[in-house]
C-alpha cells in the first residue's frame, strides 16, 4: 500500500494526515487565518509521530477546493514546495467531496445521498451531490457549481437517506426543503482527502507538482476582493 501525505486548508480547518489503506494518523485544528503558521509544524508532527521522513512517502493528497481563496493558495504553495523538492506526485481531491467523506465517518450506509455546501461569501455557496459507494467511498453523481443559496439543485435519491452537509448549510432558511439529517458545522478532514486519494493513485491519477492547480468554481478576482 502507498504512504499518502495529506492536506486540507480549503476551509476554517487546517489538517494533516498520513494513510497507508491501514492505518490513519490525522491531525486537524480550527484556526481561521492561521495556516501559514500551524500547516508545516503540523506536517513535521504527523511525520514524526508515524516514524518516517517526506523521502518516505509515496505521494501528497490535498484539498483542491472550492473553498477559501487564500487557504487554497497556502496548500497548493506546500503541497508543490514538498512535491518538487521530495519529487513526489500529487494526488487533486475535491474539497466538497471531502467533506461528503468526513461525514462518512458517522457510518452511513451505501446509497446515502450527501449534499456538501460551504459558504462561498457574496451570498453564494459551493455545493456538490455525492452517494456513498459500497466501498464506503463517496462519488460525485452531479457537478459541482457556485449558486445562490435557492438555486441549490435537487436529485431524486430514489427514497434513499439523504444529508446535508458543510458551513452552506447555514443558509438553510433560503435553501430548497430536504428531508434530512443537516450538519452546518462539519469541515473536511485530511483524513478524507486521503481516503479518497487512495483510489486516484491504484488508478494512477497523478500529477507532477507544476501541474498540481486549485478548483475555485468562481474567477479568482471575486474571491480576491472577498476573502
Known amino acids: 500500500m ?9 476551509t476554517e480547518a487546517c489538517s494533516v494526515a498520513l494513510y497507508d489503506g491501514a492505518s490513519m494518523r490525522e491531525r486537524c485544528i480550527n484556526a481561521p487565518r492561521e495556516h501559514a503558521q500551524r500547516l508545516l509544524p503540523m506536517i513535521d508532527a504527523v511525520l514524526a509521530e508515524c516514524g518516517c521522513m ?15 481563496f487564500t487557504g487554497l493558495r497556502i496548500c497548493l504553495g506546500v503541497v508543490q514546495g514538498l512535491a518538487y523538492g521530495a519529487q513526489l506526485p ?20 451505501q446509497g446515502t445521498y450527501i449534499c456538501s455546501a460551504i459558504d462561498a461569501r457574496m451570498d453564494e455557496i459551493y455545493c456538490g451531490w455525492f452517494r456513498v459507494g459500497s466501498d464506503g467511498l463517496v462519488a460525485a453523481v452531479n457537478t459541482e457549481m457556485v449558486c445562490a443559496p435557492e438555486r441549490l ?6 427514497n ?8 452552506g448549510w447555514r443558509y438553510v432558511e433560503r435553501m430548497p426543503k430536504l428531508a434530512a439529517t443537516l450538519d452546518a458545522e462539519l469541515l473536511p478532514r485530511a483524513g478524507a482527502v ?33 476573502s
Open 2 to 10: 502507498p504512504r499518502l501525505l495529506a492536506i486540507d486548508t480549503s
Open 54 to 68: 517526506l523521502r518516505d512517502i509515496d505521494a501528497i493528497a490535498f484539498a483542491r477546493g472550492p473553498g477559501s
Open 90 to 109: 500529487v494526488l487533486p481531491v475535491s474539497t466538497l467531496a471531502a467533506l461528503a467523506q468526513s461525514a462518512v465517518a458517522s457510518q452511513f450506509p
Open 153 to 158: 439543485p435537487l436529485i431524486d435519491t430514489a
Open 160 to 167: 434513499n437517506a439523504c444529508y446535508g452537509v458543510g458551513s
Open 194 to 226: 486521503a481516503q479518497l486519494a487512495l483510489p486516484l493513485w491504484n488508478a494512477g491519477m497523478r500529477l507532477s507538482a507544476a501541474e498540481a492547480q486549485p478548483v475555485y468554481l468562481r474567477n479568482e478576482v471575486a474571491w480576491t476582493k472577498n
